[in-house]
């Protein structure tokens, strides 16, 4: 059995849809006569093709990291570097609401379609997943929204000029319409559509997030609710649990070698059938391609010191714990060395001396001669997840390689967080979820007595109870959740996520740490190696300044939430602006 939802847009298929964002918000009106279109099941199905367009792909892969702390782009980001003004136009501040009107207007008129029932509840499930999708990325980024269930035209004038709506009232709407996504959508869809696991996947996801956006900002400015989150994070566990223990996921060892398994991962040119793709993106030669293995080569961007610290060594403990340097780390006098004995993840994800970096269709191997490139990397901590070696992949938009929608290793981590935030993580837990990631790359297990204090299998008898390593999130957290929490942005780094995890634990604070902007260490040995490094500017320890003059950055609370846009005053009064624009 099919066990996996995968994209495929062709364009003879979609011929009704464009992704230009003008045809979409004009759709309903120009495109469908609504005496002779809402008849029949493939109606709905036409009109929702429209919006797998939006579900994430290469374009929330490059960039969306570059605004946290694991990333150095040669370009100071402009958000966490003060440079944003309040916008004035929608399009300037993404208050779009195209997509959620579309949406609407679905949902208003499908009922005169005849048909099989639970055909037309497919359907109909597959909008409201897409609307629960746009409502909680607008609560992400402006957190109270008005909430409108109807398509509206220029006589509706009480819900154009309608006050924002809270979150607590918004996200249940949305988890109302993933819970319908989840009870009517297939197990086993027609190819390139929503199954009942991708639902439960961005419920995992959006549950998670608003679970502990309301945990950790009760109380101030940007949340003006009193909920403590508990009921979302449970939503969270319940729509995990739904996954996991459906089997029919796991876990992915393509050959069971662990230098090579997780990069490999993001490097597969056909993913239909892969166990870890809940729902996968998948690109055809000469039918759909993309760009990313260029786009990851040419970012110009890199990880930060302080990122890379985090790794923890290959005995399954940090580099610094309880005040002691792990015995086992071989410090960082050349880039080799501090790449060496640590999770093999971080080899797997940035250059490294003797990384094979091309081969030819014919089977030739090249290398990057001495350093890699600074107009292509800005820190030394040269990022190649989603890079592919074969110079197929590398030209201009035209790569075949799959991407991930929804990972499972994602749901196994929001499974385990979930679980420690509610106080019920528990080895069983950690053995469910992390302990299988970690497999992939044989890194020692987690692990718990007690469900607070944590340890590494491969020593026993040592609880970790600091780290140097450990982010100071301002808020007093277990051994175990910090862990978890480090579990997580390694294991989805460059994914996008960082950021957004930022904002829903409000350790915006994390931006402030000047290591997030510094690069490799240049040591006299890396100097005589690389006589290129000779040349840039390094500070007191010797840590490679990526802006020189700029110490660090100043985070202000305010960016937890983004300007609404000062045009959508002036025509609808009822909107407040968010605290700080």
Request: with cysteine.
């Amino acid at each position: 059995m099919k066990h996996i939802t995968y994209i495929l847009i062709i364009l003879t298929a979609l011929s009704v849809v464009s992704c230009n964002d003008d045809f979409l918000e004009r759709y309903p009106v120009d495109a469908v006569t609504d005496p002779v279109f809402w008849k029949k099941p493939n109606d709905l199905k036409i009109f929702a093709n429209q919006f797998y367009s939006s579900l994430d792909g290469p374009s929330n892969i490059v960039g969306p990291d570059d605004s946290s702390d694991n990333q150095v782009p040669t370009n100071l980001d402009p958000y966490t570097n003060g440079q944003i003004v309040t916008p004035v136009s929608a399009s300037d501040a993404g208050w779009n609401w195209g997509n959620i009107r579309n949406t609407n207007y679905f949902l208003s008129r499908y009922e005169t379609v005849e048909g099989n029932p639970s055909e037309i509840a497919k359907y109909v499930a597959e909008v409201r997943f897409f609307r629960a999708k746009f409502y909680f990325d607008m609560v992400v980024r402006f957190g109270d929204v008005p909430w409108y269930d109807s398509d509206l035209d220029t006589e509706s004038t009480d819900d154009l000029y309608k006050p924002r709506d809270s979150r607590e009232f918004v996200m249940s709407k949305v988890i109302e319409d993933l819970d319908f996504a989840i009870n009517n959508l297939p197990e086993n869809p027609e190819m390139g559509r929503l199954s009942t696991y991708a639902a439960a996947a961005l419920k995992s996801r959006a549950a998670l997030f608003e679970g502990t956006f309301r945990k950790y900002h009760n109380g101030t400015t940007t949340y003006r609710g009193s909920d403590d989150g508990t009921q979302m994070l449970m939503e969270s566990v319940d729509a995990s649990e739904y996954i996991i223990n459906s089997g029919k996921f796991d876990i992915v060892k393509l050959t069971s070698d662990i230098t090579k398994d997780y990069q490999n991962l993001f490097l597969q040119e056909e993913l239909n059938g892969d166990k870890e793709g809940i729902m996968i993106r998948r690109y055809i030669a000469d039918v759909l391609t993309q760009n990313l293995t260029r786009q990851v080569e040419e970012q110009r961007s890199g990880f930060s010191k302080e990122f890379v610290k985090s790794y923890l060594v290959d005995n399954g403990l940090p580099i610094a714990y309880n005040g002691i340097t792990n015995p086992e780390y071989n410090g960082d006098n050349l880039l080799i060395d501090e790449l060496t004995d640590r999770d093999p993840r971080l080899k797997q994800t940035i250059w490294y001396p003797g990384r094979p970096h091309k081969v030819t269709p014919t089977g030739d191997i090249t290398f990057i001669e001495g350093f890699p490139d600074f107009n292509r990397q800005s820190t030394g901590y040269y990022i190649l997840k989603y890079s592919s070696s074969s110079t197929l992949q590398s030209n201009f938009r035209l790569s075949t390689l799959d991407v991930y929608v929804y990972r499972y290793a994602e749901v196994l981590l929001n499974y385990a967080e979930a679980q420690a935030e509610l106080g019920n993580a528990n080895q069983a837990v950690l053995d469910a979820s992390i302990n299988l990631i970690r497999d992939r790359i044989s890194l020692p297990h987690m692990t718990t007595p007690d469900g607070v204090n944590v340890g590494s299998l491969a020593v026993p008898g040592v609880t970790i109870n600091s780290s140097s390593t450990w982010p100071d999130y301002e808020f007093v957290l277990s051994p175990l959740l910090y862990e978890i929490r480090r579990e997580r942005r390694v294991e989805l780094a460059s994914e996008g996520f960082r950021f957004n995890d930022i904002l829903r634990w409000r350790s915006g604070n994390l931006i402030n740490n000047p290591e997030t902007l510094l690069g490799v260490r240049i040591t006299p040995d890396m100097e005589e190696k690389w006589p290129i490094l000779a040349s840039f500017s390094r500070n007191a320890d010797n840590l490679l300044v990526v802006y020189p003059g700029k110490d660090s950055r100043l985070w202000e609370d305010k960016f937890y939430l983004r300007a609404l846009p000062t045009n959508e005053f002036i025509l609808n009064p009822e909107l407040t602006q968010n605290p700080g624009w």
